[in-house]
């Protein structure tokens, strides 16, 4: 496996209905490992599972985070809730070993089928306007206290759209809007299970209303809507609604054409 990302989502058969895979660290943000790349793992895991029926990629996935996910080996267990022609479901749910117990880390509820050649979009939310690339922000000059809490940061070649980046020198725009160009470092192109990680990939909105810090996922719903086109893609995530201590943070991610490529709403928590 020549890309990161790859080896990062990995997993092996290990038994009836079951997968291992290992939790890489360079993957962590805050408190746990980034639930976006924990969704990708299980995303993989179902792949695996469904290869046989032809249906290779996530249409739909909804994901209950439970506890922080660690570092280290995890085991996806699989349960196939309804099979289809075109269309199949199915429940997952990762766990890994903790004190000598095992423990629920997410539990997931997807819908896979084949995304095939791209159609025709009769509707689509336009891509946000950005800054040319070389015009946008390295995530990599973030402060060094977020650098160090978020190794997954060098792990993407991120460019912020500065309009939507002061919070990195103390001056938050206060919008509630965090976007700008992704691609991996290693230049991996981008597929349906890349994209799962991409909804979740780009600093919380939360920084950019002066909130820094780790914000743990409760909920996260994400739609691929298609293959991705090679090159750089535009991600955008935005919040309207914080309150009682959670916010919303809704995620759109266009491919280098601006064709809608993947959707997503999360519930989190606001940073202590």
């Known amino acids: 496996m020549e890309h990161e990302f790859d080896r990062g989502v990995h997993v092996e058969p290990s038994g009836p209905r079951e997968l291992a895979g290992h939790l890489d660290g360079g993957w962590v943000v805050g408190g746990g490992v980034n639930g976006g790349y924990v969704l990708a793992v299980v995303g993989n895991a179902l792949r695996v599972e469904l290869a046989e029926l032809e249906q290779p990629d996530p249409l739909s996935v909804s994901a209950y985070f439970l506890t922080p996910s660690r570092p280290g080996p995890a085991r996806i267990s699989t349960r196939r809730v309804r099979v289809g022609g075109r269309r199949t479901t199915a429940a997952a749910s990762l766990v890994q070993d903790e004190d000598g117990r095992e423990v629920e880390r997410v ?46 940061l060098e792990r993407f070649g991120t460019r ?86 959670q916010f919303e943070e809704d995620c759109a991610v266009w491919d280098s054409t601006g064709r809608l490529v993947a959707q997503s709403r999360q519930l989190a928590l606001l940073p202590r």
Do not use: K, M
């Open 107 to 152: 539990s997931v509820l997807a819908t896979y089928g084949d995304l095939g050649e791209p159609g025709e979009v009769e509707r689509q939310l336009p891509p946000p306007e950005l800054p040319p690339v070389e015009e946008c922000v390295e995530t990599l000059f973030a402060p060094e206290e977020v650098r160090v809490s978020a190794p997954l």
């Open 160 to 245: 912020l759209d500065p309009r939507y980046a002061g919070w990195a020198v103390g001056r938050p725009s206060g919008s509630g809007v965090v976007q700008g160009w992704f691609r991996f470092a290693d230049d991996r192109p981008l597929d349906p299970i890349a994209l799962l990680l991409v909804l979740d990939a780009l600093p919380p909105v939360t920084f950019d209303l002066g909130r820094p810090g780790w914000a743990p996922t409760i909920e996260l719903t994400a739609h691929v809507r298609a293959h991705p086109a090679p090159g750089w893609a535009i991600v955008r995530h935005e919040t309207r609604n914080v309150s009682g201590g």
